[in-house]
């Protein structure tokens, strides 16, 4: 009988065209997302050496990263900053050279490349994914292998549709019980990167097993499994179940008739084999799980809201303790601080993390009946024109504008804000995005992550909140 | 790409564990469509201060580190975005190897694809290292790729590991595209086979709406 494999194993295992010699091998991809931020470097390479994209019909293309989200109704002709213009010109001149899909920017299906690719059914159980994009993982939540990759494998992949890869390690992430009320899919990755730290999943794929992510939504293991590289895993994975096929059944691209019932039979066979091994395992209770924020400058820096900024002076190691002082001078927070006393003002709902319909819910029933404090800019940026479309539908669109939070048009937006939308003076941001390095959301912005009521919670406050204290 | 035999040059300290991308170079300079020239935005925000002179306090702009091949960095050097710019900075900039105790999986791949050589090593050793970064002009180092040795400023020699497919490619200066080309009749043949089992997987992208 053939050794029990995990799910990774089994993706990967399916995808191995044959070895490259010395540990490395070529691998096949399903799936290739690209976008207007790192693939012009790509399309030139590819015209300097006369090649052509092998599987166009496997490729799609969208402008998220550097777009405006506001007044989009001129299209591209309607972008004011000149080099962001070029850049999504650049996208489309190529994607039609090429013969590449693409949503336009005007498009009811344009959105964050990592809300749109599940949203459209694009991404399936099984299939290996990649976009220059490292939180690429976000698929993982389909039962795909997805991963970030830099440019020149964009390049590769165009050109080859395939990658030269080194397996990863597995590694175990086991949650199991209740969530409590007020806590979410995003502190629950934060609760996961605060124990094993940004780089304590290097070289490995994630599998998040347990009760916890079974009872998840799908829009939550979005979330968790987006985050996987801030733990430096190089892709996070949700096993495929009912909820998986009910989510994708109908969606645009995902397979109909006879197609989908061949589909469906092979992506039953994809979950991990009882006692497969995993290189690593770690184990989390729901139960001890509170909502988490970030008081530092990278997102293992996290911590429940009801406790305190660290002191550096009980830290032994001297990298880490360094690490520390300078993360809270530059955050302009003093050890011993109550979490709940830091002020923000700014607010940023949105990022390829959370800005589904489900998160853009959780933060209006806070919004609602309530005002955005005094002092306070708030934003809300759905993860595409669908979700935007669905949330106004639901009348949401009003109880955030009633609040007094923008409402703006889908895109990356403030989480690396290479738009126009970013943290003025060195401004003090609670928001939902990924990432809180230094100067991440604007020259000296602080940034504190965490999930889409309590940055809605922080917006109506104006300081960070715990949820659970609004009611 | 341009090959990495020998290479021998002053180190720069980093002694900072996390140095991300977005530190190396930040998100708003990625509106570029060029991957020359970009070392201009290498550090931005720690290299410059807001008025756009030099920060004095930074490595980089401090006499000798002015001419700076080698970096010796903490933990996790390159965590982050996916970046390729990262790298192309730093080989614009002059910098052809970091060494750090680990690299995060991106950025550690798109090294190799650009003839940055990154080289992992324990803790201790990098701790010396470090220690040989911060003197200054006599922060010279000499790699060598095919012996896998570090020279330090005293003599003593240091082994690296990298993995042999890498290390043939950084030597070679071998476009991985060209080298993946010869494999395409394999590549077909995968097709051909997958084809038949999973139909739905071809002509995807063209089926929605």
Redesign the interface.
């Given at each position: 009988m053939a050794a029990p494999r995990t799910l990774f194993d089994k993706i990967w295992q399916d995808h191995v065209i044959g070895p490259q010699g010395e540990g490395t091998y070529l691998i096949y991809i399903d799936l290739h997302l690209i976008h207007e931020v790192t693939t012009p470097q790509a399309f030139e390479g590819l015209k300097l050496a006369g090649r052509r994209v092998r599987r166009p019909d496997a490729t799609i293309a969208v402008a998220d990263h550097n777009i405006p989200t506001t007044d989009r109704a001129a299209g591209v002709a309607g972008i004011t900053d000149p080099d962001s213009k070029l850049q999504v010109d650049t996208l489309e001149r190529n994607v039609r050279e090429f013969g590449i899909p693409y949503f336009p920017i005007t498009s009811l299906d344009q959105g964050i490349v990592h809300v749109i690719g599940p949203e459209q059914g694009l991404s399936q159980p099984g299939m290996t994914i990649v976009c220059g994009d490292s939180h690429t993982a976000t698929h993982g939540a389909m039962g795909a292998l997805a991963f970030g990759i830099g440019t020149s494998e964009v390049e590769h992949v165009l050109a080859t549709q395939t990658l030269i890869q080194a397996p990863a390690k597995n590694m175990l992430i086991e949650v199991n019980g209740t969530l409590g009320t007020g806590v979410s899919a995003k502190d629950v990755i934060l609760a996961i990167i605060a124990k094993i730290g940004t780089a304590g999943g290097t070289g490995h794929v994630f599998e998040y097993a347990g009760s916890t992510f079974r009872d998840m939504s799908m829009e939550g293991r979005m979330t968790v499994c987006n985050m996987s590289i801030e733990a430096g895993a190089r892709a996070g994975l949700v096993a495929p179940d009912e909820k998986t096929f009910a989510y994708l059944m109908g969606r645009p691209y995902a397979p109909k008739g006879a197609a989908w019932e061949q589909a469906l039979a092979y992506w039953k066979t994809l979950p991990t084999d009882p006692g497969a091994k995993y290189d690593k395992e770690v184990h989390l209770d729901a139960a001890d799980i509170a909502p988490h924020v970030t008081w530092g400058t990278n997102p293992e820096m996290a911590a429940p809201i009801t406790g305190r900024v660290p002191d550096p002076a009980q830290i032994d190691d001297p990298l880490r303790r360094a690490a520390v002082e300078r993360a809270l001078q530059y955050m302009q927070l003093a050890p011993n601080t109550r979490l709940t006393d830091v002020p923000v003002q700014r607010v940023f709902i949105g990022s390829c993390t959370n800005s589904r319909i489900e998160d853009l819910r959780a933060a209006a029933a806070i919004a609602k009946g309530r005002k955005v404090a005094d002092g306070v800019v708030a934003l809300v940026v759905p993860g595409s024109g669908h979700v935007k479309h669905q949330a106004e539908e639901e009348g949401l669109d009003r109880i955030f504008i009633e609040a007094g939070f923008q409402w703006r048009d889908a895109g990356c937006s403030m989480c690396m804000s290479m738009n126009a939308d970013k943290a003025m003076n060195g401004e003090r941001v609670a928001t939902t995005s990924n990432r809180n390095f230094e100067g991440r959301q604007g020259k000296n912005a602080k940034s504190h992550l965490m999930g889409p009521a309590m940055a809605a919670a922080a917006a109506v406050t104006g300081r960070l909140t715990d949820v659970r204290d609004l009611g | 790409m341009e090959k990495f035999t020998t290479l021998t040059g002053v180190a720069a300290p980093m002694?900072?564990?996390?140095i991300?991308t977005?530190?190396i170079f930040?998100?708003?300079y990625?509106?570029?469509?060029?991957?020359t020239g970009l070392s201009q935005w290498l550090f931005q925000?720690v290299r410059f201060r807001?008025d756009g002179s030099e920060n004095p306090d930074f490595v980089l702009n401090q006499g000798p580190y002015r001419q700076a091949k080698i970096i010796v960095a903490?933990?996790?050097f390159g965590?982050?975005?996916?970046?390729?710019h990262a790298?192309w900075a730093l080989v614009d900039f002059g910098i052809r190897c970091v060494i750090a105790p680990?690299?995060?999986?991106?950025f550690y791949?798109?090294c190799f694809?650009?003839g940055l050589l990154p080289i992992a090593l324990p803790q201790e050793i990098c701790d010396e290292l470090m220690e040989d970064a911060k003197r200054g002009a006599n922060a010279v180092l000499t790699i060598d790729l095919e012996a896998q040795t570090i020279s330090r400023p005293d003599g003593e020699i240091v082994h690296f590991d990298i993995?042999?497919?890498?290390k043939?490619c950084l030597l070679n200066g071998i476009d991985?595209?060209g080298?993946?080309?010869e494999?395409?009749a394999?590549?077909a043949a995968?097709?051909e086979s997958?084809r038949p089992a999973?139909?739905?997987?071809?002509?995807?992208?063209?089926?929605?709406?």
């Open positions: - | 002694p900072m564990i996390n991300d977005d530190k930040p998100a708003i990625l509106k570029t469509i060029k991957r925000e807001p903490g933990d996790n965590c982050g975005s996916s970046r390729e790298p680990s690299f995060a999986d991106i791949n798109n694809k650009n993995d042999p497919f890498r043939r991985d595209i080298l993946t080309e494999k395409s394999a590549i995968y097709e997958r999973k139909p739905w997987l071809f002509g995807m992208t063209r089926r929605g709406a």
